[in-house]
């Protein structure tokens, strides 16, 4: 598929990252859509200091946007592939922004998707009558990342082997698979549906457990930076456990619908890290081992934020919990209550979570009295029978 231009839609890490990273791969013009606060005066004038946006560390890339807006007739027409790289929470709302604009033939998705992407993203096509624009999705993002410079510098840390994704329709993986390798650089899978896609999400599983994990006992009394936690590294022995309990729920979630839906691609946790980042983890042994010993998490720190001068609290609103429990694992545990299949790790650390969050995400409809459910859960898109979420992926 030749492209002639790609839109990047965001304007954090990944966003950042990709635009170079795309350019440099594919050779076409990449433009930049961030419609948040002033990120896009800030990209403008960041990358026109610094001569581009530059990956360094385990990706090296450098490139200007050709044009960056917080206006998405400016910058979306004309794009072959458009990529959502933001919270799943924007998800909606943006493509609601850029759905007009959309040339016929293109292809709009998010990297990464998420729990319950294809539900969202094919309502917003549907109320357009959209129907001549594929939908992917990716599984997570391709590399840890972080912004060194607003706009001008940002640092890989690792980058996986390899990432699943999937399409609406799948019968077209064939055409998008291909495209995504050359944009991000390394070999994509295929997930046969968007429901594989979206049990197959371990952002669901790795974050909002290790927080429970570091968090749960935390008796609310704010810490100095020294005693900030490691995220991955610092993984306990009762953490793996956690872990491993989440991971076991998803794959009775797998075995209960395998029969009817090809779910290959959602894989044990453990399995999935080592596939994902092969010889970048020194000890494979243990769900633990792989944790501590992966290089690609070296360094990284829990999510925190300062309280008073040097003191440090958890930030429960991080994306750790604020976008993988409404937008992951609640999505996991409404799937599972259709499929009749019992999470109790998975409530444990929802109820946990829903605490902080002040929401609940164990609710599967609106009750008398609170707001509506938040989660993008199956439920929420009128899939509210087993036999409804089959149909549903079966028709991609």
């Known amino acids: 598929m030749k ?5 990047v839609c965001g304007g954090g890490n990944g966003a950042q990252a990709l635009v170079p990273i795309a350019a440099h791969n594919v050779g076409c013009p990449v433009d930049l859509y961030a419609p948040y606060a002033d990120e896009a005066e800030r990209i403008r004038a960041g990358s026109a200091d610094h001569g581009g946006i530059e990956v360094t560390g385990a990706v090296l890339a450098k490139a200007r ?7 998405p007739a400016k910058v979306i027409p ?7 790289v933001l919270p799943a929470f ?17 292809w709009v998705g998010a990297i990464p ?4 992407f294809h539900y969202c993203a094919a309502q917003v096509l549907k109320e357009h009558d959209r129907d001549d624009v594929g939908l992917f999705g990716l599984q997570t993002l391709p590399w840890a990342c972080r912004i060194r410079e607003y706009g001008r510098v940002v640092y890989v840390l690792g980058v996986k082997r390899i990432v699943d994704a999937a399409s609406r329709p799948a019968a077209k993986i064939g055409e998008i698979a291909p495209l995504l390798e050359r944009v991000l650089g390394l070999p994509v899978g295929a997930a046969a549906n968007g429901l594989a896609l979206t049990l197959a999400n371990t952002g669901q599983l790795i974050h909002p457990g290790i927080m429970y994990v570091l968090f749960v006992g ?4 704010p810490f100095s930076a020294s005693d900030i936690p490691l995220f991955y590294h610092g993984l306990s022995e009762e953490g793996a456990r956690v872990l491993a309990g989440l991971s076991d729920e998803v794959q009775a979630i797998r075995a209960r619908l395998d029969t009817a839906l090809d779910l290959t691609a959602v894989r044990p946790l453990k399995e999935w890290l080592v596939r ?3 010889d970048a983890i020194a000890d494979p042994s243990t769900l633990r081992s792989a944790f ?7 360094g990284l720190e829990a999510p925190v934020r300062e309280v008073a001068p040097g003191r440090f609290a958890p930030d429960f609103g991080a994306r750790y919990l604020a976008e993988d429990v409404p937008f992951g694992l609640a999505v996991s545990r409404a799937i599972a209550r259709l499929a009749g299949v019992e999470t109790p790790a998975m409530d444990r650390v929802i109820t946990w979570a829903s605490m902080h969050l002040g929401r609940d995400y164990l609710s599967l409809a609106p009750r008398a009295g609170l707001e509506p459910v938040g989660a993008r859960i199956p439920q929420k898109y009128g899939l509210e029978s087993l036999e409804q979420l089959i149909s549903f992926a079966n028709e991609e």
Request: a positive charge.
């Open 3 to 7: 492209v002639r231009k790609i839109t």
């Open 65 to 71: 946007p050709r044009r960056t807006s917080a206006n």
């Open 78 to 84: 004309g794009s072959d592939l458009v990529v959502l």
């Open 90 to 106: 924007a998800h909606a709302s943006t493509l609601r922004e850029v759905v007009t604009f959309l040339d016929a033939g293109a």
């Open 113 to 116: 998707a998420r729990g319950g």
């Open 218 to 221: 935390w008796d609310s009394r």
């Open 276 to 278: 994902s980042y092969g």
């Open 292 to 298: 501590v010993t992966n290089r690609a998490y070296a």
